[in-house]
DNA sequence: TTGTATGCGTTATCAG
DNA sequence: CTGATAACGCATACAA
């Protein structure tokens, strides 16, 4: 029996209204009704006009999940990321937000909380959840990806982003982490910088492996020298980064330039830079990475990489949609790498009359507008 | 027609297994099945292990859409905010994913951008995707709440954060702000401010108008005058307050001490204050609201306010969940104001003993490190 | 152009 | 404790 309350409803309860009930009022066919409403091809233009002021009327809503188990696939796309905080993540998820509910779908969101097993579980559940497809970033203790297999066997369109899995046989979008070291670190040469240091993060990680061999690219090209005791490896993280700083400018030639992989290591190096007297971007000139939300704040504000995070989302949901509809037809895999964007601001800027221009930095001021009216009502 | 494709499968496709098929091969009916696999009392133990092992075997995924059509009501939330970015509303979603989850609910997020036509169709969405219950942080173009109306007439639970309609006949979470001003402010009188300004935000918001409030109730408290001329309103944005500092500075007694309503017009005010070549906190203490990411990585690390975003969605979740288990039955509506939670760092602590010790702000390098960690994979 | 009939996978009811 | 059956709301193959 149908689970509807046979009960007294309360007061003001409207009970929704189902394709049956409108073709009973109308005097036709659920079929018609069906059709009038997905607009099908066949259908008097009389009708239609009927049928969805009727619908109006009684203010139909179209069950999506018996639509969905009908036809086999929900208008639903499946999310999986670590975490949803810090300023990466959940800008992607915008961007993805964004760009599938323009193509008429909905997202579910799960967090894997760096853990494989939920991750497995995650993907369970969406698969469950009769989702058209998967979107997901690796956990940092995903080793082995015999779960994606799964959904492979299911045919479920997948698209990776961010962390993906390795290889040409899996669709992915990345950012290109080694063209943004090198242009960096091209940007660092181009102001006079010959002595540039890397504050490079944990090497076991493709990006900062990747930032690094950049900045060794540019070097290259520019006929610098790769002098591997300018590059400190550390966990990214501020404390380190003062560290690193202190050691390097400790050395009998310091640097004068430092492209740091992440904006906590260019935060780091120039409070220490400026601990100790010399100034930024005169002495020591710095790049950071990621325009975390903080490099528009500090005295001087960081030259950094954006990480493009909003199209990030939208290309993988781009890339995914077009494996949905596909539709199980052959499809080549494609990995999209994104190109960086490098953001020019006062830790960097040794010409004077451009530093002039760059002042006020306009790209910075809306940053920081932006993530104002991000926080909270402001 | 079942739209299961007939034509030849891809090489390694599996095709999902229903309960039907479980059925057809243990030799029982369906219902045992279903019986089995949702712990229903009658059934065996010996039934429900073969059973339980066939489920493995195939690797059963129970069909939620089927399960969710025949009950009316999906294991899915929804949630409505304005946008997915900055530090609150991805924190809050943090928050409600992880509650939800634990209670075997998963989420449907949309984005209202802000858009009072775009939050009516993301709740007709929800409706349609049968969700069993709806978050919502209001669009801040939403003035009339008609469209909340028609969920509450399809007895679908609804519970605001944050963004809420006013009354006490919703269910709501939100931020003490009252309380978060007030403690602030306290906090600046306790530590010698006699003379302490207010930078405001525009008082349309309830939440500037709360803090706001709670400043002026810490002053009554404590015998100190409220003086008009000690408020600047602003936008909250960071050149603003700047301009509002330099006019609190320029006035005849300029104050010892400063509450921002929002950390990007403590930001500011500490710009200002370090231009003029004055102190902070010796000559003038900081304040601000919000715990931005950037108040640990100033010099001096600013004193502001932690809204505990993630207790506001697990909260906001909790209320949703007894209202979804209430399934229709009368609910006092509840209202939950959160305590704010004062974190105190260099920019307004004068004690030194109490400053020394604070040097190092523990709870500051933990939100550093929590950022560096939610940044991209660092 | 419209109608009839059936099934998607699950669960609730009722009878054994 | 188990089984047969109907129904949730929709979409389609097929007949008219």
């Known amino acids: 029996m149908a689970p509807r309350k046979k009960q007294a409803p309360e007061p003001n309860t409207t009970i929704p209204v189902s394709m049956a009930d409108l073709a009973r009022e109308l005097g036709v066919s659920m079929t018609t009704i069906s059709r009038a409403l997905s607009d099908h091809y066949s259908i008097g233009p009389a009708m239609k006009q009927k049928v ?5 009327k009684y203010n139909y809503q179209p ?28 800008s992607v998820v915008h961007g993805i937000e964004s760009a599938a509910s323009k193509a008429g779908y909905n997202v579910i969101i799960c967090q894997s909380n760096e ?22 970033s690796l ?23 961010d962390r993906i899995v390795e290889g040409d046989n899996v669709n992915a979008v990345v950012l290109d982490d080694q063209e943004g070291g090198y242009v960096s670190t ?14 490079a993060g944990p090497q ?8 690094r061999q950049g900045y060794l690219d540019a070097l290259r090209e520019a006929g610098l020298p ?36 992440g904006d906590y290591g260019a935060l780091g190096a120039l409070q220490e830079v400026h601990r100790q007297g010399l100034r930024v971007p005169q002495d020591v000139a710095i790049a950071g990475f990621s325009n975390e939300t903080f490099t528009v704040v500090t005295e001087p504000s960081i030259t950094t990489i954006d990480q493009r995070c909003e199209e990030m989302g939208q290309a993988a949901v781009r890339l995914l949609l077009e494996l949905i509809e596909a539709d199980g ?18 830790s960097s800027v040794r010409n004077s009359s451009v530093r002039n221009s760059l002042v006020r930095h306009p790209e910075g001021e809306r940053l920081v507008e932006a993530a104002a009216k991000a926080s909270k009502l402001a």
């Open 329 to 346: 037809r052959p499809f080549a895999p494609r990995q999209v790498a994104l190109r960086p964007e490098l953001l020019v601001r006062n």
């Open 139 to 161: 956990s940092r203790t995903t080793r082995d990806f015999r779960h994606f297999e799964k959904l492979r066997s299911r045919g479920m369109p997948l698209v990776f982003f």
């Open 226 to 261: 790769e002098d591997e005791s300018l590059i400190v490896y550390t966990d990214m993280i501020q404390s380190q980064a003062i560290d690193a700083m202190r050691d390097l400018l400790a050395s009998p030639i310091p640097p004068d330039g430092v492209f740091a992989a």
């Open 52 to 56: 969805l002021k009727l619908a109006k």
């Open 115 to 136: 853990d494989v097993a939920q991750e497995r579980r995650n993907l369970d559940i969406l698969l469950s959840a009769q989702v058209a497809g998967v979107l997901v």
């Open 186 to 199: 091209r940007h660092l040469i181009e102001q006079g910088c010959r002595r540039i240091a890397h504050i």
């Open 204 to 211: 076991h990680l493709n990006i900062y492996k990747n930032r």
């Open 63 to 90: 069950n999506r999940l018996a639509s969905a188990l009908r036809k086999g696939k929900s208008q639903l796309l499946g999310i999986v990321v670590p975490y949803i905080e810090g300023r990466f993540f959940p």
